[in-house]
């Protein structure tokens, strides 16, 4: 007998202690609560947001050049591992179209959401304690929504 993976979902996992990258961040913190640009996001009515309207890069700011080059390292790796082929017969690159803060505070929450238009998308938790930031991953196949044995598994 054997058991195929069908319609996986990859999911790529990766932990950095870094103070530079740390200090990064906060400067960055800094400067938006600074100049007022947390702003309340309309649909859960708790989170701050740095950008929104979503349409903001916090690349664009060259504050985060440390972590930018360690999260394309990373996405770098990522495709390697999922599509290894794809990495040694052909060349790839990409561009990080889209990045913002949220600033959760206990007890708040994002909400259920989706990013169709990008190829991977990803968190990074700034600050947690290590039992925080509880991250669900809805099921993407939405077929299997109408399945017992599949709701009751993922």
């Known amino acids: 007998m054997n ?10 996992e ?40 979503f349409t903001k890069n916090l690349f664009d700011t060259d504050k985060l050049e440390v972590f930018k080059s360690y999260l394309e390292e990373n996405v770098r790796n990522y495709v390697k591992m999922v599509v290894p ?12 179209d889209s990045s913002w803060l949220t600033l959760n505070k206990t007890g708040h929450y994002s909400h259920m959401h989706h990013h169709a238009d990008s190829d991977i ?8 304690n290590g039992k925080d930031g509880e991250l669900i991953i809805e099921n993407p196949n939405r077929l299997s929504t109408t399945s017992y044995f599949m709701n009751t598994w993922q």
């Open 3 to 12: 058991l195929t993976t069908a319609f996986t979902t990859p999911i790529y």
């Open 14 to 53: 990766n932990m950095i202690i870094n103070k530079t990258v740390d200090r990064e961040f906060q400067d960055v913190i800094d400067t938006l609560k600074q100049n007022d640009e947390f702003k309340l996001n309309g649909a859960t009515e708790c989170q701050l947001l740095s950008d929104p309207t």
């Open 85 to 96: 082929d794809y990495v040694t017969n052909r060349s790839y690159d990409f561009t990080i």
């Open 121 to 128: 998308s990803g968190v990074f938790y700034i600050k947690t």
